[in-house]
């Protein structure tokens, strides 16, 4: 019969830890919603979307190989999830470069007609009506080719990393896959090598921002409950990686909950200041799809 040790530590803690992973991947919901409110990022980091999506795909690979159905469920919805963050975020950057260069463009055209009119003031006696439309014509195409081609990148930077990391993963999973020489225990330890990687990225991820946190003097690009829950979530992982004496589970929860700590520990160093707040931006009685009607729709 199991101890009670082996039923907590092989049941208990990865049945929570299913329910820490969920809560874990589903904390950024809130605050993707408000800033979709909003019609901004503002000061929300995706970055750790992408690499959330490689690590949930590449976990969900990792529990076929092993048979493991509580890594398998505490991934697998979390992929869907991170399919819906990436879209938001790369939806929320096209609408912010869209409105740079609706701004651009609306300066260009003002420019033009402010040239024009003072021209026209200003023009000699002795000027031709052909001169005149030369000019014009010369001006105004000059403008407008800013107008009509905006120097501006075809994919949004979050769109990048979202391809990069699959394409990567693609590229694992086809050779893991489609090479017959492999054994059982080389594709395990080939994806896990991997997703231990991915994952140590993923954890990470909020530390692009700490050189912001320390300029700034305030954690807002840190988001707190993704923090919180990692800590949580890393350690039942941890536990249940010591139970199954699993390497590929232990060490990237381990370096997970000592750099979720780290974040941690610089949301009580640099507290959110008030204003950073995402329902202070919220208008009431703002028509929220107002801003939207001269805009392109993104589906």
Not at 196 to 201: P, R, V
Not at 211 to 216: G, I, L, M, P
Not at 241 to 264: K, M, R, S
Request: include cysteine; hydrophobic fraction near 45%.
């Amino acid at each position: 019969m199991p101890s009670l040790e082996y039923i907590i530590l092989g049941y208990v803690c990865p049945s929570l830890g299913i329910v820490m992973a969920s809560a874990t991947f589903a904390a950024p919901i809130q605050a993707l919603r408000q800033a979709i409110a909003r019609g901004s990022l503002g000061d929300l980091n995706p970055l750790p979307w992408a690499f959330m999506t490689g690590n949930c795909l590449g976990w969900v690979a990792y529990s076929f190989l092993k048979n493991d159905l509580f890594v398998f469920f505490a991934n697998a919805p979390s992929l869907v999830l991170s399919i819906w963050l990436n879209m938001g975020a790369v939806k929320l950057q096209y609408r912010e470069q869209f409105q740079s260069w609706q701004q651009a463009t609306e300066t260009v055209v003002a420019d033009s007609s402010l040239m024009l009119s003072c021209h026209q003031q200003n023009e000699e006696s002795n000027n031709t009506s052909r001169e005149r439309e030369q000019f014009n014509n010369d001006g105004l195409h000059a403008d407008f080719a800013v107008v009509v081609n905006p120097t501006q990148s075809s994919f949004s930077s979050h769109e990048k990393w979202v391809l990069y990391i699959v394409t990567v993963w693609i590229i694992v999973l086809s050779s893991v896959g489609l090479t017959t020489s492999m054994s059982r225990d080389q594709q395990t330890q080939m994806i896990g090598l991997v997703v231990n990687a991915n994952l140590i990225f993923f954890y990470a991820g909020p530390l692009a921002t700490v050189a912001t946190v320390f300029r700034e003097g305030s954690s807002s690009t840190l988001h707190i409950p993704t923090v919180g829950m990692t800590v949580a979530n890393t350690s039942f992982w941890m536990a249940y990686g010591f139970v199954i004496f699993d390497p590929y589970i232990i060490i990237p929860n381990g370096i997970g909950f000592v750099l979720g700590l780290i974040q941690l520990s610089l949301c009580l160093l640099f507290p959110r200041h008030k204003s950073d707040a995402p329902e202070m931006q919220l208008i009431s009685g703002h028509d929220e799809n107002e801003e939207y009607r001269d805009e392109p729709v993104i589906t």
